[in-house]
């Protein structure tokens, strides 16, 4: 029997699961490979679980959410999670550190209509994650080559190094120092291909945190580009608010 | 002026956990109550965009839709520029459009074959209509990787590019970059093509419901990110009038936002808006396909949004191989924005249909206020207007077949992507 596969959203965008039906060349492949038994943005067929392999993107903000994760997880042998949103809480995470009260009655007139958590949370939070696979999105060649890993039974491996590394294997000049342009780069998780600095522009850390980021460091770096402190606790409290690496550094600027 | 009824949640309506309701209360062979619900967590965009950087408005709106991420960007930065009175090189704004034709393609094409081209065959995906047909799905696959190629080429990825931001690009590309891209556009034409008649070709159910179709349009463009916000029933405002003609509501029932234009109700936008408001603008080969297979302005059968769509591709294609064509590397990549404090509006059609944004910013370029109406948020009145106009036309189906048409009509819209899938949970009370 083929391994099923199932995808589960979350508050989100979408785009980490429509990275994978971009997946075009490899879409029927994969589709050929395993059971995709639940994947409502994709099919209208829903199977019940359990599922060999459940994918979850988006963050946790909702009081039903917190208990539709708990049953999903018992559903799933694997349970992986993709993006930003699913791994750290995503953007918006943002009203973490603000009165969502306040947040709700700026944006719509009869808030009291809404049941919300005050938090948005990664799902990690919630209940124990086997996998994740970062990005604001997911790369299409990181998924890609996740799924072939855990079908060929090997283990799958996900970069916790820098963008900087993938940066000097682009060729890319190096936009902190050269130009002197801000970029999260060198406290930045890999796997986008450091595409930011060969578009002319710092990256903005969507792929959240690498290992043991030095932001002190960077924060000497970001002053010598003309950037300051405060630009750069602003600039780690966005894509990847959340993660807690991030969260601590730009308290500690 | 700003009133308690006129805001806006970002993605309330605009997407779909992969839940929805239809309430159907049915006497005596008579709808008495149909009431659709959609429930998205709210993510807070606007709230979470005061204080942050004028420059930060294209990466963090693009966040809210993962299918139409250029968009949201497009409309921010034109509404920065706007508050800021600059205006962007015409070779850097024509690169723009470029880019937003690959957004087009993208959505259109994954819309088209692997949402909603399923539906008309009764196939349950669009994988699933892959083992039965394979060539046209491969053609599908093939246009929209064409498109994602392109959104790649001018922003590093297809999703969340990151080329974009106040003023023009961070970098233009050169001319060789680009010229890769040309027989793909022309191979895409020929795939473009095949869609409009593979579109064409399906079952479509006569469903007609005249609605005001409202959309960008322009005197010499069939518009994509200039012009004036007109609609077929003489509507005709520039994109900063916004507030005073729509409103939005957060109505109780639903829990949902609703938009109308004041005093006169319910209104539509996405691709028969456009093309209802300037067919005559297509490109010549887009037009003459659309008249080929029997389309022409006005269109207001939703099921038939498919062909558009499939004639917007097209255009989109034969657009974006023109400029790739006389493509010249543009002297600078972006003008310098100095903040201004001030209101600025921007306006660009989403694959999907109108997206505004307005904003106000001080004089050091923070965000003071975001407002962000996005375009399934206003269709969602015409949804339901459908659903009801459904409901009422085939009582006769069982609830297993009603459903089905009800969902498929709901794509009709090509609501953004998890309304547009299979969600719907009809409970149909018969009495």
Known sequence: MKPTLAVFKFASCDGCQLSILDAEDHLLAIAAAVDIAEFPEATTRSEPGPYTVGLVEGSVTTPHDALRIREIRDQCQILVTIGACATSGGIQALRNAADVAEFAAQVYPNPEYLDVLATSTAISDHVQVDYALYGCPVSVDQLVDFITALLAGRRPSVPDYSVCIECKRRGSTCVLVAPGMPCLGPVTRAGCGAICPAFGRGCYGCFGPSSRPNVASLAVAWEAAGATREDLAEALRAFTVGAPEFMEAARAL | ?431
């Open chain 2, 1 to 431: 002026m700003r009133s308690e009824t006129r805001r806006i949640g970002v993605e309330y309506i605009s997407r779909v956990e992969g839940e929805g309701s239809l309430r159907v209360l049915v006497r005596d062979g008579k709808v008495q109550e149909c009431e659709f619900g959609i429930f998205e967590p709210p993510r807070f965009f606007e709230a979470f965009m005061r204080g942050r950087k004028f420059t930060e408005a294209p990466d963090i709106t693009a966040r809210i839709c993962g299918i139409c991420p250029v968009a949201y960007q497009m409309s921010s930065v034109q509404a920065m520029e706007a508050a800021c009175g600059v205006t962007v090189d015409p070779a850097v704004d024509e690169l723009r459009t470029l880019l937003y034709c690959g957004e087009w393609i993208e959505s259109h094409v994954l819309h088209m074959y692997l949402l909603h081209a399923p539906d008309f065959l009764g196939y349950e995906s669009g994988i699933a209509l892959a083992a039965d047909h394979p060539e046209e799905v491969g053609r599908g696959l093939r246009l929209k990787q064409t498109g994602n190629a392109l959104v790649a080429a001018l922003g590093g990825r297809e999703i969340h590019p990151v080329g974009i931001r106040v003023g023009g690009f961070h970098r233009v590309p050169t001319r060789r970059e680009l010229e890769p891209l040309i027989p793909r556009f022309e191979q895409a034409r020929e795939d473009a093509l095949a869609t409009v008649d593979f579109v064409a070709s399906l079952p479509i159910p006569e469903a007609e419901r005249d609605d005001e179709y409202v959309a960008l349009s322009d005197d010499d463009h069939y518009a994509i990110h200039h012009g004036r916000i007109r609609s077929t029933r003489g509507m005709d405002i520039a994109v900063d009038e916004w507030n005073d003609y729509f409103v939005e509501e957060h109505v109780a029932r639903s829990t949902s936002l609703h938009s109308h234009i004041r005093e006169r109700g319910l209104y539509q936008v996405g691709p028969m808006a456009r093309f209802n408001l300037s067919e005559e603008l297509l490109r010549p080969v887009a037009l003459e396909a659309a008249h080929r297979v029997g389309l022409s302005a006005p269109c207001t059968n939703p099921f038939r949004s498919i062909v558009v769509r499939a004639v917007e591709t097209l255009h989109a294609v034969d657009l974006a191989l023109e400029i790739l064509e006389r493509y010249q590397r543009p002297p600078r990549p972006y003008v310098p924005v100095p903040p201004v404090a001030g209101v600025g509006h921007g306006a660009s059609e989403a694959p999907r249909g109108l997206l505004y944004h307005r904003y106000e910013i001080d004089a050091d370029g923070r965000v003071l206020h975001a407002q962000i109406v996005p375009p399934t948020a206003q269709n969602q009145g015409s949804i339901e207007a459908d659903l009801l106009h459904l409901v009422e036309r085939n009582l006769e189906l069982t609830d297993a077949d009603l459903q089905h048409l009800l969902e498929q009509s709901i794509r009709n819209y090509d609501p953004c992507i998890s309304c547009s899938v299979h969600f719907l949970r009809l409970e149909v009370d018969r009495g």
